[in-house]
């Protein structure tokens, strides 16, 4: 669906030249939602503007829909863009005109008979849950209600992919959960594709199919976002699920402890059965819970426990093995002094 083939974007100013997007290769499928996660200053926000070419690249080739956009002309690349819409952090609505003539504006150059035009409004409105607000201004409305007319208008010639450059980074966590709640839903019964920039790795968590972790304009790492939680390889992107999984011990506790400390990782359905107290069953080992909690990311349980075992060296380390072989994931995080 999307397709960026080796994508560079470089900003020349009077000194010299900041490198924004370095080489970025990623190939983004038909009805996915994609996550771009990176601090401030990774390339998201240029990444996302190339993408309908807010940006203009300064090499590489991006192809939406089997049309390579950066070989386009002026007009052609207009005609291209009514199927790329866009919502912004900071929504960017027409503060003088109604929400109602927010939408209708953007089906302006659609050309539209009036009849239609009023009839598509009033379907988008519906859509985004606003039909009661069609004639009331931008500043009469929550944030939540604000991102909602610009979902609609983005929305409003029926585009293909939806870009969302931050779209709820200005929100509360409740509004948050209602905006991305109502990303998923259209994304589902539009069969749009959706492509978000974010630095809050819990938006990707609770939307996004697949991911990508910028650092300084490259793409460092990209897979489906339970892998990366599951099996996260880079540093950043180790921070990043930490962020959600938090599970850093403070010293004190480590140094108190007796016995050998394992953070065990249960992938999917193997969540839910009972490894570990089978495990203590086996062998004389006692265990003793530090930490631990399954999400849920997608449907799918990703368990991670941290658990100190005492017991004889040899009991422990069959334990160990035990558990390796039903998780493939447990990492000896500390042994006692
Ligand atoms: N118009 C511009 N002119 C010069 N440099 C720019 C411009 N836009 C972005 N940059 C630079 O490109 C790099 C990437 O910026 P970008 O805004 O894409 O990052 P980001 O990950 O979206 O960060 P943020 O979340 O803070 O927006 C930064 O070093 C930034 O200073």
Request: proline share 3%; glycine share 6%; no cysteine.
């Given at each position: 669906m999307i397709q960026i083939n080796d994508l560079v974007k470089v900003y020349k100013t009077k000194k010299d030249q900041v490198v924004g997007v370095d080489h970025v290769s990623l190939s983004i499928k038909k009805g996915e939602i994609f996550g771009i996660v990176g601090y401030s200053g990774a390339g998201k926000s240029s990444l996302l503007r190339c993408l309908n070419l807010l940006e203009k690249p300064t090499s590489g080739e991006v192809i939406?829909?089997?049309?390579?956009?950066?070989?386009?002309?002026?007009?052609?690349?207009?005609?291209?863009?009514?199927?790329?819409?866009?919502?912004?952090?900071?929504?960017?609505?027409?503060?003088?005109?109604?929400?109602?003539?927010?939408?209708?504006?953007?089906?302006?150059?659609?050309?539209?008979?009036?009849?239609?035009?009023?009839?598509?409004?009033?379907?988008?409105?519906?859509?985004?849950?606003?039909?009661?607000?069609?004639?009331?201004?931008?500043?009469?409305?929550s944030g939540g209600q604000k991102q909602r007319v610009g979902i609609a208008r983005a929305l409003a010639n029926n585009p293909a992919v939806l870009l969302c450059d931050e779209a709820t980074s200005a929100l509360d966590p409740t509004t948050t959960k209602s905006i991305l709640a109502l990303l998923k839903r259209i994304n589902k019964e539009l069969g749009l594709t959706i492509v978000l920039i974010t630095h809050e790795m819990e938006v990707v968590k609770d939307i996004c199919d697949r991911m990508a972790v910028m650092e300084a304009g490259k793409v460092i790492e990209e897979g489906s976002v339970y892998d990366m939680f599951a099996n996260p390889k880079q540093e950043l992107t180790k921070n990043f699920v930490n962020s959600i999984l938090q599970f850093e011990l403070p010293n004190h506790l480590l140094e108190e402890r007796k016995g050998k400390i394992i953070k065990v990782t249960f992938q999917g359905p193997i969540a839910e059965e009972g490894i570990i107290s089978d495990a203590f069953q086996h062998y004389k080992v006692k265990g003793n819970i530090l930490h631990?909690?399954?999400?849920?990311?997608?449907?799918?349980?990703?368990?991670?426990?941290?658990?100190?075992?005492?017991?004889?060296d040899d009991e422990i380390t069959k334990a160990i093995q035990y558990i390796k072989d039903r998780t493939k994931n447990v990492e000896v995080i500390h042994h006692a002094s």
């Open positions: 939406i829909d089997n049309i390579s956009l950066t070989k386009l002309n002026q007009k052609q690349l207009r005609a291209a863009r009514l199927k790329i819409g866009m919502i912004f952090q900071h929504f960017y609505l027409v503060s003088s005109k109604t929400v109602y003539e927010n939408i209708a504006f953007a089906l302006k150059a659609a050309n539209l008979p009036a009849k239609k035009t009023h009839e598509r409004v009033i379907e988008l409105l519906e859509m985004v849950g606003l039909a009661d607000k069609k004639n009331v201004f931008p500043a009469q409305l631990g909690k399954i999400e849920y990311i997608q449907n799918n349980p990703l368990g991670i426990f941290i658990m100190e075992l005492t017991g004889e």
